[in-house]
């Protein structure tokens, strides 16, 4: 288990100061963002919560996880690290491009 929080479907008028203030109910938040699309500067209607411990970690999914916030039932569980993308496919590096 790991400390860090994956929060999905957030309302998209949720700010990292107001992920910041929920999780604090469960413990030491060390950091809380709600993740932007770079082009429209808009949040993308999920975050990411770093509890100080484990056992805050569960407390917290355990107390929010499909609780309500600003009308949003929200998702909480361990953040997953992300998987690894394949190679963009360039033939003369032997990427895959299909051949006929």
């Known amino acids: 288990m790991g400390s860090k929080l994956y929060v999905g479907n957030l309302n998209y008028r949720v700010g990292d100061a107001d992920l910041e203030r929920t999780f604090a109910a469960y413990g030491t938040v060390k950091s809380a963002q709600v993740v932007m699309d770079r082009a429209t500067g808009r949040s993308r209607g999920f975050g990411f919560v770093e509890m100080g411990s484990d056992q805050e970690a569960q407390a917290a999914i355990a107390g929010l996880n499909g609780k309500d916030m600003d009308g949003r039932n929200l998702m909480v569980n361990e953040a997953r690290p992300p998987e690894r993308r ?15």
């Open 86 to 100: 394949g190679g963009g496919g360039d033939v003369k590096r032997g990427g895959g491009g299909r051949r006929y």
